[in-house]
């Protein structure tokens, strides 16, 4: 167990190296972030209403087309450095890889929402500290979701020709009741209305990450294999 | 250590290996030798349990490499073409990276020693995306020789390597042997060939032509056979 | 060569069945009082996403069943499968379309049942998209099988938001017959329109995983 949790653990390690040393994808996330910021209010014109009536929409929105970026490329440090053999090789539970390059993803991903929602408060004029415990439940709850199933996808694309196109195709779709659930969530949260409304919500999302999870770990193996 | 029999390998209709078979002990060290394109790297690879034949079986120290790769797996350690280097770490973050994911001892102690080993340890703190070719081969060779496989693989280790670095190889490689461990590397550099290995090989259309030890032979000898071979196959 | 006469067998009484409930829906069945005629696409529109759903299962199992035992006869009845529950998702949405609307003015809405189905319809197109873009037998065999299960499992999971969030957003309009008492001779049509597409569905899943049986065995 303890193995298992070093080697998940030297994974997150090197990837968070890597990351914070090159800066690459995780400035050009936020840049991206701040872009989508000003096409939502272009897009929706300046009536403060609609803007807020499509707040917690715009803010999962943002939240996955910015994973979509990072989620893609999670294993082409691997593809570029030409070590995807030298993973395959290395013994034990490949499964401790993806646990590894999970926890990676859900720092970088929450790294950029916590980015993105201040952003959204400034920009949008939104009173986020009042309503902040909740809501890092929801984004967490929904970012595990994201992350689970990118992940495993993100090890199948990497070595795909089509890749850029591919993943999307294959994420969005499968994430839609992740993106109801956070989404309504959200709205519940921002009206200030106690979480306990979300309930069934958060109850679904706990379901869908354990669902996911569980069928992360248990396939992985057979993604990452020769 | 490796027991391969009647491999056969096919990409869609082109046959690379046909009914090859090779048997490798323990402390032997083999030289593949043959033409680019001969099926040197898809042979390292199945070896490798990173592809598998077509048909044939293999065995890796008494495992069925075929049914069960995650057991022979760590018994075996490869270089390959690329030299899977994380450019962003340094030499040292590297090898304890590969060191911890296989599980093993990850003091710094150890890995400066691997780095000494081949002659990196003056860069030890240096990203590895200021080395050159040849310094990034030989983390690599570091990286597999610290986990003390018992089958070691290297597809044309001699690229990059200076006369400095020849020599660190031929000191890992003896090292190695002397401990048990076999090894098998393909080359297309003749002279190398000789220098190190017990055994040489011919690869030439699909199949092992010649399988010799190497004392009975000399440099002449070799080239002639070599070019006999690889002749007649067009190659 | 492999004994043709059963299938055939099938493809006649999948044939049979389809004649039968062709009448059944249209003749046999009554005329519905509120919706006219045209209500009677139910008895296309509800056997083809049950079958659709029957299709998704067989591909759960078969994606299973191959990631156990590495036997490409199981991909090839997972992707056939799949391949086919596009198909009767695809005919799910036209119909669902075509019945709504002249029942609601309009050619979509976002309903609970035709938004669980069109999601599901992108999800599997998904599935063949990967199987498109791999090209050696035994890495596209896996990943399929990979996504083919986390696709059959994220259903439940994709009805229950869509359920719920379409409750929280609209007063449901309605789709399909009422919960006003079915009466039995459109409940005795409908299931003979259901195993009559089941039928189909068998037939064309078998031959479709013979031809691809058979392009494989000719590329070798």
């Known amino acids: 167990m303890i193995a298992y949790a070093r080697r998940a653990f030297i994974v997150l390690w090197k990837d968070w190296l890597i990351e914070r040393r090159s800066k690459s994808s995780l400035n050009a996330v936020v840049f991206f972030a701040l872009i989508l910021l000003f096409l939502f209010q272009f897009a929706l014109g300046p009536d403060r ?49 993806y646990v590894g390059k999970l926890a990676a993803n859900l720092v970088l991903m929450t ?45 199948m694309t990497a070595q795909v020709r089509s890749r850029e196109l591919l993943f999307p195709v294959l994420l969005l779709p499968m994430q839609v009741p992740v993106l109801l659930a956070t989404v309504s969530a959200t709205e519940v949260v921002l009206a200030g209305r106690p979480l306990a409304e979300a309930a069934a919500w958060l109850t679904l999302l706990a379901v869908a990450d354990t669902v996911y999870l569980a069928i992360g770990l248990l396939t992985f193996e057979f993604v990452f294999d020769a | 250590m490796i027991a391969a029999t009647r491999l056969r ?33 898809t042979l390292l690879r199945i070896l490798a349990t990173l592809t598998r034949p077509s048909s044939g079986s293999l065995a890796i120290g008494g495992i069925d490499a075929l049914a069960r790769p995650e057991a022979a797996r760590p018994l075996i350690g490869m270089v390959g073409h690329g030299s899977c280097v994380y450019e962003d770490l340094t030499a040292i973050e590297n090898l304890r990276f590969w060191t911890a ?10 890995l400066r020693g691997a780095l000494q080993e081949v002659g990196l340890e003056g860069v030890a703190a240096e990203r590895a995306r200021t080395f050159s070719a040849g310094m990034k081969r030989r983390l690599a060779l570091a990286r597999v020789v610290l ?87 067009g190659g | 060569m492999p004994d043709r006469s059963p299938r055939v067998i099938l493809g006649w009484l999948a044939g049979l069945a ?29 056997p083809a996403v049950l079958t659709a759903y029957l299709a998704f299962v067989v591909t759960l199992v078969a994606s299973a069943a191959y990631l156990g035992t590495k036997r490409l006869g199981w991909d090839r ?82 009805h229950f938001s869509v359920k719920w969030w379409r409750a929280l957003h609209q007063p449901s309009t309605i789709l399909g017959p009422q919960p006003a008492p079915i009466a039995p ?25 013979e031809v691809a049986r058979l392009e494989e065995e000719a590329a070798r």
Request: charged share 15%; aromatic share 8%.
């Open chain 3, 18 to 46: 389809l004649l039968a409930g062709l009448g059944a829906g249209f003749g046999y069945a009554p005329r519905e009082d509120i919706q006219g005629n045209v209500q009677r696409i139910m008895y296309l529109h509800v």
């Open chain 2, 147 to 233: 986990a003390r496989p018992r089958l070691l693989l290297l597809d044309e280790p001699i690229t990059g390597l200076d006369r400095q670095g020849r020599k660190w190889l031929e000191a890992l490689v003896l090292g190695l042997r002397t401990g048990g461990t076999a090894v098998v590397f393909a080359t297309h550099n003749l002279g190398s060939g000789l220098d190190l290995a017990s055994r040489v090989a011919i690869l030439s259309e699909g199949r092992l032509a010649m399988d010799r030890p190497a004392q009975e032979l000399s440099g002449e000898d070799l080239r002639a056979m070599y070019d006999s071979v690889t002749e007649g196959a």
């Open chain 1, 111 to 155: 790294l950029v929402e916590a980015v993105i929602l201040a952003l959204f408060g400034v920009f949008y004029g939104i009173d986020l500290y009042a309503v902040l415990a909740p809501l890092a439940a929801v984004v967490v709850l929904g970012t595990i979701g994201i992350a689970a199933v990118g992940t495993l996808f993100g090890a």
């Open chain 3, 185 to 209: 001779s459109i409940k005795l049509a409908l299931f003979v329109n259901v195993i009559a597409f089941a039928l189909l569905f068998v037939y064309l899943l078998t031959s479709r995983v």
């Open chain 2, 9 to 41: 390998k096919r990409f869609g209709a082109a046959v690379v290996l046909d009914d090859l078979s090779l048997s490798v002990g323990s402390g032997e060290c083999v030289a593949l030798l043959g033409p680019n394109g001969a099926g040197k790297t």
């Open chain 3, 77 to 158: 009845l997972a992707a056939g499968a799949a391949e086919l529950g596009v198909l009767f998702m695809g005919i799910t949405l036209l119909s669902g379309s075509i019945w709504g609307k002249p029942t609601w003015g309009t050619w979509w809405t976002w309903d609970a049942r035709l938004t669980s189905t069109a999601v599901l319809f992108l999800v599997y197109v998904g599935y063949l998209l990967l199987r498109a873009a791999v090209e050696e037998p035994e890495r596209r065999a896996r990943y399929a099988a990979v996504v083919g299960i986390l696709a059959a499992a994220n259903i439940p999971i994709v």
């Open chain 2, 101 to 110: 994911l296989s599980g093993q001892d990850a003091s710094p102690i150890r």
């Open chain 1, 49 to 97: 209403e609609r803007l807020h009536a499509a707040l917690p929409g715009l803010l999962w929105l943002g939240f996955v087309l910015a994973g979509l970026l990072g989620l893609g490329g999670v294993f082409l440090v691997e593809r570029d450095n030409d070590c995807w053999e030298g993973l395959l090789l290395a013994p034990g539970d490949k499964s401790a890889i």
